[in-house]
């Protein structure tokens, strides 16, 4: 088993749609959690971050973190096509062997068509 | 404007021949990494440093070499051992535990 779960997709929605996209994860120590956005054949980039339980919203972007479910979420309200592109969750735990390690989703592909 | 760079952003190696890929951040940032993204594969961990002068294997280190001799840079080296270098090579860097990673622009590393 992984320790990141996450659906690759591709997922594909109008214009307008709320999105919902999401990651399990089996290591408990994990505390910090990280959304990034990556354009084909760029750099991913920082959208959130959340260190924990519960919602963070910035703009049309909610993340939301279940410690209890090792379930975390990202929302985009009023979705629109420059939103087309891969999200990657990403995660570190706080402490022990691994610190300094990140560990990252698969992706998910979102399309968002006019 | 503070940032990661990484160069080239493009780049051709032939068989045989040993690359060398540059990541160079002005963050301030003590903790480096390097990634390798296949198509549907997602992101895959080479090498990490916490720190200067020190460095940690990850998932697919074999066939990649790296040194951190100064707290901004942290190259890579593709050596004539990894059979598949083909790939979009990512760095990334960070302030310290529990703190976000920034990444680069990437290389795109192609075999001919």
């Known amino acids: 088993q992984k320790e990141v779960e996450q659906d690759p997709g591709p997922l594909s929605v109008p214009e307008g749609a709320i999105v919902s996209l999401n990651c399990t994860y089996s290591n408990s120590a994990f505390q910090y959690f990280m959304w990034y956005r990556q354009y084909s054949r760029k750099g991913p980039e920082l959208l959130m971050y959340?260190?924990?339980?519960g919602n963070k919203e910035d703009g049309r972007f909610t993340a939301q973190v279940d410690k209890s479910s090792k379930y975390i979420s990202l929302f985009i309200r009023d979705s629109q096509p420059s939103d087309s592109a891969t999200y990657l969750c990403?995660?570190?735990?706080?402490?022990?062997?691994?610190?300094?390690?990140?560990?990252f989703g698969r992706g998910t592909q979102l399309t968002v068509w006019p | 404007d503070g940032g990661i760079t990484q160069s080239p952003k493009y780049l051709f190696r032939k068989e045989g021949q040993n690359v060398t890929l540059s990541c160079e951040q002005n963050l301030n940032h003590d903790a480096m990494y390097w990634y390798r993204q296949d198509p549907g594969q997602g992101l895959r961990l080479i090498y990490y440093s916490q720190i200067v002068n020190d460095f940690q294997k990850g998932d697919i280190a074999e066939g990649y070499s790296v040194s951190r001799e100064k707290k901004e840079s942290f190259p890579l080296t593709v050596t004539s051992a990894q059979k598949n270098p083909t790939a979009f090579y990512l760095c990334?860097?960070?302030?310290?535990?529990?703190?976000?990673?920034?990444f680069g622009q990437g290389t795109r590393l192609t075999v001919v």
């Open positions: 959340t260190y924990s339980s």
């Open positions: 990403a995660m570190s735990p706080d402490r022990g062997s691994t610190l300094g390690r990140l560990y």
């Open positions: 990334a860097s960070r302030a310290g535990r529990n703190t976000e990673a920034f």
